[in-house]
């Protein structure tokens, strides 16, 4: 008679496939071999008399019975992974770990160079990546802890997500000195009337900024004029200080730019909420002591 269930080691084969869609890539990522693999999932099979994945376009395609087993089995293993980890003190001067963190450019600038010095002097084992991608892209990522955490300006993920409040931050316009729709101070007439970058950065809800410049042209029966629309912020200071081209841009950007010769930064002359900036993190590392302590340094760094 077979069991209920296939043992753990089984159902973290099950999950690898599941996630890389490739016998080898999921073998290389829970280091198993190729024939360890292939031994596995045939006993998988047999547990379950279905071929639960096949072939298909060079990539490991579930069938309609793994579909539906996949968030079961991954659920258990993150619980059962989360009760280990309770038990697992996480002592960071000896600690050797690697954190994944979903950053825009902005944050990338904000963040990193403090943290990455902070983690220098407290935890010297712990290594940090950072990824840019788009807010749905990171809401999947975290769920299946292909990220740790996503920093920045995003919408809210929903629910078995969490988020924490850092700072706020609010929008300021970078133009070039001696722009000539601009003197002493930039009007809102002028701000209407500029051409302007669309700074849209991919790891971010900055697309909201755009939609409420647009609104707000909208009501003072003004078409607004995008010259140029930007994805990164590397260059964006040198075209406004050789164009007169104005951007739009959250103050800790425009103040990274301040050394630079020939930009201004001025008030923007719009009434735009500011923006919440959080680190937003999973229920699968919630209780995780090493997730703990990343996220409360974090919190402890950068919140206001």
């Known amino acids: 008679m077979k069991p209920a269930l296939p043992d753990l080691n089984l159902l973290r084969v099950f999950d690898a496939i599941w996630r890389c869609r490739s016998v080898t890539a999921a073998g290389a990522e829970i280091g198993l071999t190729q024939g360890s693999m292939s031994n596995a999932l045939n006993r998988l099979r047999q547990h379950f008399d279905d071929p639960l994945f096949v072939r298909l376009q060079g990539r490991m395609q579930p069938t309609p019975l793994a579909e539906g087993l996949a968030e079961p089995v991954q659920l258990a293993l993150r619980q059962l992974e989360q009760a280990l980890a309770q038990r697992r003190a ?9 954190f994944r963190i979903c950053m825009t450019e902005i944050a990338q600038r904000v963040f990193l160079p ?12 712990v290594q940090l990546a950072t990824v840019d991608m788009p807010p749905a892209r990171a809401q999947a990522a975290l769920a299946a802890g292909e990220i740790d955490l996503a920093i920045g300006y995003f ?12 700072f706020a931050e609010h929008y300021v316009v970078l133009a070039r000195a001696g722009h000539p729709g601009i ?4 009007t809102r007439a002028a701000y209407l009337q500029a051409a302007h970058i669309s700074y849209r950065p991919a790891a971010a809800s900055h697309e909201l900024l755009d ?9 003072a029966g003004v078409r607004r004029r995008v010259g140029l629309q930007v994805a990164h912020s590397m260059g964006l200071s040198v075209v406004v200080a050789q164009t007169d081209l104005i951007a739009t841009v959250p103050s800790r950007l425009a ?5 630079q010769p020939g930009l201004r930064v001025l008030p923007l002359p719009l009434a735009v909420p500011p923006i919440e900036i959080r680190q937003h993190w999973h229920l699968r590392s919630h209780q995780d002591p090493a997730h703990q302590w990343l996220r409360t340094q974090v919190a402890t760094l950068f919140q206001a």
């Open 114 to 125: 403090r943290l990455v010095q902070h983690l220098a002097s407290t935890a010297p084992g």
């Open 90 to 98: 996480f002592v960071p001067a000896t600690a050797v770990q690697g």
């Open 211 to 219: 939609e409420r410049l647009d609104r707000a042209f909208a009501r």
């Open 255 to 259: 103040l990274s730019f301040a050394d």
């Open 183 to 186: 003197a002493t101070r930039l």
């Open 155 to 166: 919408a809210a993920f929903g629910d078995s997500f969490f988020a924490q409040r850092l």
